[in-house]
C-alpha cells in the first residue's frame, strides 16, 4: 500500500536535520530516506518508530568537555551488501578530537562490492579523505599533527593499505580509494586494528541489538 509522498517526506527531512545533533539515529533516517518516492506503510512505520525513540531520548545529547586533547581518531566501518534492494554496501565514518564526536556519515556506497574486504577498503579510502582534511582545520589553530589513525576493523583492508604487491587484487577498485594506500605511504595516516565491538563507527552502517547500540551510542559522546 502506498501513502502520500508528500507527508512523508516532511517527516524524514526533518529527522535528516536532526542527525546534525544525534548521531545515533544517522543510519535509520538515512536508510528511510531512500524510500521517499514511493513510501509504503512499512516505511510510515519506520518512521514514527524513530519519532517514538527520540521522544524516549530527549534527555540524551552530545557531550563536548571543556579541556580534552586534542588527539585525531578516525573511524571507519561498512556493512557488505547490507542494502536488500540492490545488495550495495554502506559505508560509516566518524571523526573524534579528543573524546569529541566532530564529523559523521552514513552513505551507501555507489558501486557494488565483491567482498567485505572491498567494501571495508573503499570506507576507509572515504575516511582518508576526512583526515587530510582535519589535518588542515587544526592548523589554523596552530596545531599540527603527524599522522591521523584510521580505526578499521579488517585484517584484510589494513593490509591492502600496507601491502603495494597486493594491487593486481584491486584493480577493479576506483583509482581514488587508492588515495588510502598512498597516504598511508607517505606517512600522513595510519591504519590500525580495532575490534569489531569496539568500532565505534558500527552504529552507523546497520541496525543493531539493544546492547550493542547503547554501548556504542555512549562511545560516540552522547550522553544525559
Given at each position: 500500500?502506498?501513502?502520500?509522498s508528500?507527508s512523508n517526506?516532511?517527516?524524514t527531512g526533518?529527522?535528516?536535520?536532526?542527525?546534525?545533533?544525534?548521531p545515533?539515529i544517522?543510519?535509520?533516517?538515512?536508510?528511510c530516506?531512500?524510500?521517499?518516492?514511493?513510501?509504503?506503510t512499512?516505511?510510515?512505520?519506520?518512521v514514527?518508530?524513530?519519532f517514538r525513540?527520540i521522544?524516549g531520548?530527549m534527555?540524551?545529547?552530545l557531550?563536548?568537555p571543556?579541556g580534552?586533547?586534542?588527539?585525531?581518531i578516525?573511524?571507519?566501518?561498512?556493512?557488505?551488501?547490507?542494502?536488500?534492494?540492490d545488495?550495495?554496501?554502506?559505508?560509516?565514518?566518524?571523526?573524534?578530537v579528543?573524546?569529541c564526536?566532530?564529523?559523521?556519515?552514513?552513505k551507501?556506497?555507489?558501486?557494488?562490492?565483491?567482498?567485505?574486504?572491498?567494501?571495508?577498503?573503499?570506507?576507509?579510502?572515504?575516511?582518508?579523505q576526512?583526515?587530510?582534511w582535519m589535518?588542515?582545520a587544526?592548523?589554523?589553530?596552530?596545531v599540527?599533527?603527524?599522522?591521523?589513525p584510521?580505526?578499521?576493523d579488517?585484517?584484510?583492508t589494513?593490509d591492502l593499505?600496507?601491502?603495494?604487491?597486493?594491487?593486481?587484487?584491486t584493480?577493479?577498485?576506483?583509482?581514488r580509494h587508492?588515495?588510502?594506500?598512498?597516504?598511508?605511504?607517505?606517512?600522513?595516516?595510519?591504519i590500525?586494528?580495532?575490534?569489531?565491538?569496539?568500532?565505534i563507527a558500527?552504529?552507523?552502517?546497520?541496525p543493531?541489538?539493544?546492547?550493542?547500540?547503547?554501548?556504542?551510542?555512549?562511545?560516540?559522546?552522547i550522553?544525559?
Amino acid at each position: 500500500m502506498s501513502l502520500d509522498s508528500t507527508s512523508n517526506r516532511g517527516m524524514t527531512g526533518s529527522l535528516l536535520y536532526l542527525t546534525a545533533s544525534r548521531p545515533d539515529i544517522m543510519f535509520s533516517v538515512c536508510l528511510c530516506a531512500r524510500f521517499q518516492e514511493a513510501p509504503k506503510t512499512s516505511h510510515l512505520e519506520a518512521v514514527k518508530c524513530i519519532f517514538r525513540y527520540i521522544k524516549g531520548t530527549m534527555h540524551l545529547g552530545l557531550w563536548y568537555p571543556k579541556g580534552t586533547d586534542i588527539e585525531t581518531i578516525v573511524y571507519a566501518d561498512s556493512d557488505h551488501a547490507g542494502d536488500y534492494v540492490d545488495r550495495k554496501s554502506t559505508s560509516g565514518i566518524c571523526t573524534f578530537v579528543g573524546c569529541c564526536l566532530t564529523s559523521w556519515f552514513s552513505k551507501k556506497q555507489t558501486a557494488l562490492d565483491i567482498s567485505t574486504t572491498e567494501a571495508e577498503y573503499v570506507s576507509a579510502g572515504k575516511a582518508c579523505q576526512q583526515a587530510p582534511w582535519m589535518k588542515q582545520a587544526l592548523i589554523d589553530y596552530d596545531v599540527r599533527l603527524d599522522d591521523v589513525p584510521i580505526m578499521c576493523d579488517n585484517k584484510g583492508t589494513i593490509d591492502l593499505s600496507n601491502n603495494s604487491v597486493q594491487h593486481s587484487c584491486t584493480k577493479h577498485i576506483e583509482i581514488r580509494h587508492h588515495f588510502l594506500r598512498d597516504n598511508v605511504q607517505k606517512g600522513h595516516i595510519s591504519i590500525e586494528k580495532v575490534p569489531s565491538i569496539d568500532n565505534i563507527a558500527d552504529i552507523l552502517i546497520k541496525p543493531l541489538k539493544r546492547e550493542s547500540f547503547n554501548y556504542l551510542r555512549l562511545g560516540l559522546g552522547i550522553r544525559n
